[in-house]
DNA sequence: CACCGTGATGTAAACGATTACTGTATACGA
DNA sequence: TCGTATACAGTAATCGTTTACATCACGGTG
């Protein structure tokens, strides 16, 4: 690997000169500076970004900590943050798969030096102890964490109301009998999405018998099994609202398979929107989610963070990224 | 932020003996190591990744270089190689939305020195000067780069292969009128599926006249635009097979939208096998490719020559993905 | 002609780790 | 008692940069 002293001495100058050419930062005179460009372009010489970081301090990168997402969903968010931290002029270091607290740790440990920010998306609810480990005042965004008043910047999806609008329209529908297939419980997403479930059929005076769990882990799969095993109940739903679109697709195969119409015999909804959901047949009404803000927000939060040359204490803001009904077939019509 | 001088001050040894006890690259007392790790803990210190990757010359991860892809197929290659790479202990830096030599030196630039390897996507045929200016030896694997004999490792799909088996599926069924809606000249991709349907097409003695192609750039919206304009075509092709299947979806909507139905007037055949494929309506009949495949294919590679401490030379392999014809309801049956 | 500001360059000290080498105490055998 | 092997721990060089400071030549000024 060439060095920097290696353009110096082909160069027959001081390794400042180089360093004053290649990043531009104080005068040099022209016919010098050519003659370095020259040089430093034949032997192929371009700066050790370690080196340049740790004297600098500064990596020009920003980490992302992702648990290992379901499908779409992880995928776009991954994106959207990679475009904007390439739009701010950094890269991307992604660490994902894992959960818990001890992971997070792991990974940040690893990440140390390595950037200048991190997002943090851990929905299971142990990701806060985790944060509050780093060093302060190192920049954090919280993704999809609840992260209440506690000192860091969050962005989360407005899961509660995006529950409550799905189940209204299934009750304006004159549904009376609606089951949900809910998430993993310590996750937060899935937790805000049943309360909001919950919470509108109690609005409706719809007891508990009217009102179904049952539980999956946002995985196709898991919600083919438990539609599968709410075919078997004794009085059958008339609507499913699944946490997610995933979920959703899986109920519509056992329905399908067990020879039940949608949405004729039960009405499905999902949660996310995601690209699939409009292209399904019947088309899935769902949640729309925009994802990609929720990554371009994040992003944005941090870089701020970043360039804040830590002007003493900021006040931390949680920013809501809406979600918003979008009735498509699957929900079929008034009964 | 706390570093390895403060915790050795603070435990009153010196910096040598922290190194060791953090790393456990040598014999420490038992209660000394105690000691340090308990200080090390309350400081909350963590090594500076920058600086160790100074001096051991490794960094544990490796760099993607990929071009702003196309929805589902980008998410799943960058979900991939993250597994794989984790797997493996490597971080994964990410660097994408970018075509061209230039923009790929740039980006390369910027990842000396941060990384250990790295994978280079770039279906664009220019990518290979731009990677033959890499140092010699550094550890590169090309992913859908035509990359022929010249000394890189390099994943490919069999995009030829699939694209014969496509056409020759029409064929078979009666088709003897074909379109294919194809991608960007440039994208290497692109132009062996093209090359795959007109031999198949040569072969079975199809003329110019039942062959006719529009130009797309993989994009669902080209798609639907190519198909609005095959409509207005005075002799209409009974059959239509799209470079990928974001195109075939769009030609599928504006076939509907036309009045055309699917497959029974025209038949559609895509490339890729998104997920959404299976879910459409009807079902799009596709070339599976298997897309993590692709990643994990490409990281092991990579991990494969970082680990490989430079033995000599090495003869470098072309591995082929297959990419095998998936028959559901958008090609119909035989006419 | 002495002085000094200025512009271009060099020198060397960081940055935060790792590690070869050097030391020092202790144990053990002769 | 001495020599020496062993087990720990410390010293300092090193990685490739950036940058404060020193140096030096030159030209203008009084």
Known sequence: ?????????????????????????????????????????????????????????????????????????????????????????????LSSSHDGEREIMTSFRAMRGRVDGLIVMSPDLDARTAVHSFPDGFPVVLLNCPAEREGYDSIVIANYDGARAAVNHLLELGHRRIAMITGRERNHDAAERLRGFRDALLEAGITADGAVEYSGDFTEESGYRATRELLGARERPTAIFAANDSMAI??????????????????????????????????????????????????????????????GVREHRQEVVPATLIVRGSSGSRR
């Open 1 to 93: 690997m060439v060095t920097i002293k290696d353009v110096a001495r082909e160069a027959g100058v001081s390794v400042a000169t180089i360093s004053r050419v290649v990043n531009g930062s104080a005068a040099v005179k022209e016919e010098t500076r050519r003659h370095v460009l020259d040089v430093a372009a034949r032997l192929g010489y371009s700066p050790h970004g370690a080196a340049r970081s740790l004297i600098t301090s500064r990596t020009n990168t920003i980490g992302a900590l992702l648990p290992d997402l379901h499908g779409e969903f992880f995928s776009e968010v991954i994106r959207s943050i990679d475009h904007a931290a390439h739009h701010g002029g950094y890269h991307l270091l």
């Open 250 to 311: 899986g109920a519509i195969s056992a329905l399908r398979e067990a020879g039940v119409r949608v949405p004729e015999d039960v009405a499905v909804v999902g949660f996310d929107d995601i690209p699939m959901a409009r292209y399904m047949n019947p088309p899935l009404t769902t949640v729309h989610v925009d994802i990609s803000a929720l990554g371009t927000l994040a992003t944005d939060r941090l870089l701020e963070q970043i360039h804040e040359e830590t002007t």
